[in-house]
């Protein structure tokens, strides 16, 4: 599927993160070193009372605020539906070099690119604000946005740790705030964590209390080099689709670990069940595919952080496919499939990946493989898999 060509050319930089303060500082940057640039943000915290409040404005202050209706009853719908006309609006009325969409706090930049490409703008950059010293603690609350009153709508089941986790992985820039007021000082495993996390993003220093150009501010043109530099919607929703994902490589620095669990044969679903609350535990961030003995065809994403795991369906494995469906299959999928090809099982593997300060890369690495199928069940083949007990029936829908 091809992307739709802008109609308008007014860029769009889409900048968002849990990290408000951080965000903020991002933003105000972005404002500084783009004279003209306007900044559109749609406050979620007024949902409960049936609207969202929309601000524009620029470096001088608000331009003018309005409110748009709850649809369906969620604020991100609201958001949705808002939003490309005031960026068409904006665009029409020209002047505006960067128009910058400052998300709210548990808004995810995901569905807001692709939203504003749908929509005929280009989005040129996707920046998630953080603050380095707050990473691991925000990965390890697995309390529900809602505890918080981050919650986007009454049906809002997600995290705090898992939110994060999208915001800061989707983002082609990470935006670094430290020594914000009242946050304490990072440190090298915070930066290292950062890294290991994402480390393809590209990451700026943003600097805050200063004039742009001035010591305070640490690159105050890269940030703005960054927002402009072009982002392709296409190739990030590809680096996040669990059967092409791009993750993370081994890597250990500054008391971080990233282990990259890599094996050939199936999961026993009875044993990976039982070691299930370890392995999601025993990482600050895990994610990757896996392949459960008795569900062959179905491709299953791990998705792990805050102590919390999530296991579902991501379709079929391309070796489940009959051969005339795979002209349907993106490229990168098909790319994906053949760097894991085996020529008995196809594509069918386990790729995980943990993450985390402290890691237990041996202790875990024993847990996997004990979860495996052993020889004589591997041995037995297919036929005997499908007799297994199905210890995963009550978490998957497949």
Same mark, same amino acid.
């Given at each position: 599927m091809s992307r739709p060509e802008p109609r308008h050319a007014l860029p769009v930089v889409i900048v968002g993160g849990l990290h408000a303060d951080a965000r903020r500082a991002a933003v105000a940057r972005l404002l500084a070193d783009v004279p003209g640039s306007v900044v559109l943000h749609h406050d979620l915290a007024t949902a409960a009372a049936?609207? /969202? /409040?929309?601000? /524009? &404005?620029? %470096?001088?202050?608000?331009?003018?605020a309005g409110e748009a209706p709850l649809v369906d009853d969620c604020a991100c719908c609201a958001l949705r539906e808002d939003l490309v006309p005031e960026l068409v609006r904006l665009a029409e009325a020209g002047g505006t070099p960067l128009a910058v969409v400052e998300l709210w706090d548990s808004v995810e930049p995901k569905a807001m690119a692709e939203v504003v490409t749908n929509g005929g703008f280009a989005v040129t950059g996707v920046i998630t604000a953080v603050d380095p010293a707050l990473v691991l603690p925000y990965l390890g609350n697995g309390d529900d946005l809602a505890e918080g009153g981050l919650a986007a709508?009454?049906?809002?089941?997600r995290t705090v740790a898992d939110t994060f986790a999208r915001q800061l992985e989707y983002a082609s820039v990470l935006a670094l705030a430290e020594s914000l007021p009242g946050s304490p000082e990072a440190d090298d495993e915070d930066r290292e964590l950062l890294t290991q996390l994402h480390p393809t993003a590209r990451r700026v220093t943003v600097g805050h209390g200063g004039p742009a150009g001035s010591p305070e501010a640490s690159a105050p043109s890269e940030l703005a080099r960054a927002a402009l530099a072009g982002f392709d919607v296409e190739a990030a929703a590809a680096a996040q689709h669990p059967a092409c994902a791009l993750l993370p490589a081994e890597a250990d620095a500054h008391g971080v670990a990233t282990l990259v669990w890599h094996r050939r044969r199936p999961f026993h679903p009875e044993r990976l069940y039982a070691a299930l609350e370890d392995l999601t535990c025993a990482a600050a961030r895990s994610r990757g595919r896996f392949w459960l003995a008795g569900k062959g065809d179905t491709l299953l994403h791990w998705d792990a952080a805050g102590g919390a795991l999530c296991v579902e369906g991501a379709?079929?494995?391309? %070796?489940?496919?009959?051969?005339a469906a795979w002209d349907l299959v993106p490229p990168v &999928?098909?790319?994906?499939?053949?760097?894991?090809?085996?020529?008995?099982?196809?594509? &069918?593997?386990?790729?995980l990946v943990f993450t985390s300060p402290g890691l237990d890369r041996d202790g875990l690495e024993r847990l996997l493989d004990s979860c495996l199928l052993s020889d004589a069940e591997y041995a037995a083949g297919q036929a005997s898999w499908e007799r297994l007990p199905p210890a995963f029936d009550s978490l998957l829908e497949v």
């Open positions: 049936g609207t /969202v /409040v929309r601000t /524009v &404005r620029d %470096a001088t202050g608000i331009l003018h709508a009454a049906t809002d089941r379709g079929p494995w391309l %070796a489940a496919l009959p051969d &999928r098909r790319a994906a499939a053949a760097l894991d090809w085996h020529p008995e099982h196809g594509d &069918r593997c386990q790729h």
